[in-house]
């Protein structure tokens, strides 16, 4: 049965009604493996994590990049990393294909794909929160409208179509990206707040 507390959709006029907001936990940015050996840890033993990713946009039709950045959140900590300049070490693989540690992200079968170009993995543990609204009677799927619908605020875009390979992120930069991955941990752990935790899609 659909659980439509939820409205279905927003309009672009309602949605600027709302509030934007931001991640405001601590944000480590990994860009070496000292760095990583340092900030890692703290994600290992969360039951949930937000998940996201960034590629720099390409302007040529056909063409695109490498993924750059991974993101992985929990409620006041989120990991930025630089896969661009380290790759992606063996704990990040088996965290990625651990089905004991929830992976919630929005059109995560799209960034497994690409993550697997970079270096191959069994994904597990991946929930898909385009198909999980869909139980609780939302039709909006893009990460804005879920954040207005599901917990009352919304989020800039507005560094998206950024160049995520420069040397030195900038703290806009920074900020977005974590923002998205703690949003999808949110709207996961909102939507099933007081449930068992469904399995994951993937």
Known sequence: MVNNRYPETLTAEDLGKYEVSWFKGEISVVEDMEEFRSSFPKLVHSAVLGFDTETK???????????????????????????????MP???????????????????HDDIRFLRSVRKFNPSGFVDLQKLVKEFGIQSSGLKKLSAIILGFRISKGQQVTNWEADQLTEAQLV???????????????????????????
């Not at 990049?65 to 929990?74: E, R």
């Not at 693989?93 to 992976?103: R, S």
């Not at 990206?177 to 993937?202: E, F």
């Open 57 to 87: 946009p390409s302007f040529r039709k056909g063409y695109k990049n490498k993924v750059s950045l991974i993101q992985l959140a929990t409620e006041d900590f989120a990991c930025l990393i630089r896969i661009n300049k380290i790759g």
């Open 176 to 202: 977005y990206a974590a923002t998205d991955a703690w949003v999808c941990h949110q709207i996961y752990r909102k939507l099933m707040d007081g449930s068992s935790y469904p399995l994951p899609s993937v």
């Open 90 to 108: 063996q704990e990040l693989v088996d965290l990625l294909a651990n089905p004991a540690v929830i992976k919630a992200g929005v059109a995560v």
